[in-house]
């Protein structure tokens, strides 16, 4: 990941979701200021994602879409907490 004046400036996917939309959510967030991206990469995961947003989770409570969603968010904070340090 490359970061400067606050904005993304590029994703390197090094483990996605098998339907692929880990690679095209990471190319929309780039240019993005990261606060935006924090809560866009979540969206756009779920715009690509192939799950099917009707089967409900009674676990989670959620959607496969929305686990995604959150998934793909934690993994992107995650590697901007390894990117400040």
Known sequence: MEIT???IDRIQVCRGAPCGATWDAA???EGLP???AEVRIGL???FFCS???SGWDPIHGKS???FAGDVHI???K???KKEKS
């Open 34 to 36: 990261v606060k935006e």
């Open 44 to 46: 756009e995961t779920q």
């Open 27 to 29: 190319k929309r967030v």
């Open 74 to 76: 934690a993994a992107l």
């Open 51 to 53: 799950a099917d947003p």
């Open 78 to 80: 995650r590697a901007l």
């Open 5 to 7: 004046n606050g904005k």
């Open 64 to 66: 496969p879409v929305h």
